[in-house]
């Protein structure tokens, strides 16, 4: 059984710019949910992502987008990229229907800085 | 006030100590708590999960929650110099939001 990987896993990108930071989850998982943790603090809700539908968003403004595709596999998208973008982000993968979406598991993560 | 308080530590512990690992909320939609370990660079592992208030033990570990006081707790058996990690503790509502507290850091040295 396949994990949760996330892509790339590193990556410097200088503010005002866009990324693009994918994940593909985990085999016989159909839900998909971002998270951004910055250093010293736990993970914070960006978004969910159920059968290519946002189901459900935490306090993060539009610049932050996502998609999922037929594979599950998802996407963040985050534009006009600023200073305080800096953190990891985790891309978490979870089994069964969006309501009983609780239990995650987390991808690696990928370490994004903003110069 | 955050939804959901931890202490940050750090916790140093002597090998072969009882940790207690602990965390205070104040959303009463949580219907779900989780307790994850988190190595250095590393995504969160997934320990327990709970759902309603009571114990349940996993091996070395044991996860408590009391909802009447909103407060839940990790406990470690035996610790082993492996299981220095951060321990993240979150509450979870019935779409799959996970809020998490800030994580405790805890160094178990030989």
């Known amino acids: 059984e396949t994990g949760v990987t996330q892509s790339p896993t590193h990556l410097i990108k200088t503010r005002g710019q866009q990324v693009t930071l994918r994940c593909s989850s985990q085999?016989?998982?159909?839900?998909v949910s971002w998270y951004q943790q910055a250093l010293g603090q736990g993970p914070q809700f960006i978004f969910q992502?159920?059968?290519?539908?946002?189901?459900g968003r935490g306090n993060f403004p539009p610049r932050f987008s996502g998609l999922q595709f037929p594979n599950y596999s998802s996407e963040l998208n985050v534009n006009a990229l600023e200073l305080d973008d800096s953190a990891l982000y985790l891309c978490?993968?979870?089994?069964?229907?969006?309501?009983?979406?609780?239990?995650?598991?987390f991808g690696p993560g990928t370490r994004l800085t903003v110069t | 006030q955050k939804e959901v308080e931890q202490d940050p530590g750090p916790l140093s512990v002597p090998e072969g100590a009882i940790v207690s690992l602990n965390c205070t909320y104040s959303?009463?939609?949580?219907?779900?708590f989780m307790w994850y370990r988190q190595y250095s660079r590393k995504g969160p592992e997934l320990l327990m999960y709970?759902?309603?208030?009571g114990n349940k033990e996993d091996g070395r570990f044991t996860a408590q929650v009391d909802k009447s006081s909103k407060y839940i707790s990790l406990f470690i058996r035996d610790s082993q110099p492996s299981d220095s990690a951060t321990y993240l503790c979150a509450g979870g509502t019935s779409y799959g939001k996970l809020t998490f507290g800030q994580g405790t850091i805890l160094t178990v040295h030989p």
């Open positions: 978490a993968s979870s089994p069964g229907a969006a309501q009983s979406s609780y239990e995650q598991y």
């Open positions: 959303n009463s939609a949580f219907q779900y």
């Open positions: 992502y159920y059968r290519e539908e946002e189901n």
């Open positions: 085999s016989g998982h159909n839900t």
């Open positions: 709970t759902y309603s208030s």
